[in-house]
């Protein structure tokens, strides 16, 4: 069964850390690029991150910039999103997809999107 699966979410402290990770199943996540997405309550779907299939090459939003870090382990199947210095308008639910036609020299859109993980929660909140 082809499947994405995200973990690392949680409650966290306004400047406080977490490290998401998407996990593949069922296909090797290294044929893909693979993109972070967000949706905070009662707004759309955003691209936060981008990395291209070996990790050569990133792409950030500029509200994450200089505080997210996106890195991918092809042997364990994983990609990584580490948050640092998280704010109050970083809560979301935070989304890993496989993408398709695209190369990470942008901020992927979910029309780039081939497939979808379930989401994590992130909450940051004092």
């Known amino acids: 069964q082809v499947q994405l699966v995200e973990s690392g979410g949680g409650p966290v402290q306004p400047g406080g850390s977490l490290r998401l990770s998407c996990a593949a199943s069922?296909?090797?996540?290294?044929?893909?690029?693979i993109g972070w997405f967000r949706q905070a309550p009662g707004k759309e779907r955003e691209g936060v991150s981008c990395?291209?299939?070996?990790?050569?090459?990133?792409y950030y939003a500029d509200s994450v910039k200089g505080r997210f870090t996106i890195s991918r382990d092809n042997a364990k199947n994983t990609v990584y999103l580490q948050m640092n210095s998280l704010k109050r308008d970083d809560t979301a639910v935070y989304y890993c997809?496989?993408?398709?036609?695209?190369?990470?020299?942008?901020?992927?859109?979910?029309?780039?999107?081939?497939?979808w993980g379930q989401g994590t929660q992130v909450t940051v909140s004092s």
């Open positions: 997809a496989t993408l398709i036609g695209f190369s990470c020299n942008r901020l992927p859109r979910t029309e780039n999107v081939q497939s």
């Open positions: 069922g296909f090797t996540l290294g044929d893909y690029r």
């Open positions: 990395i291209s299939r070996v990790g050569a090459s990133t």
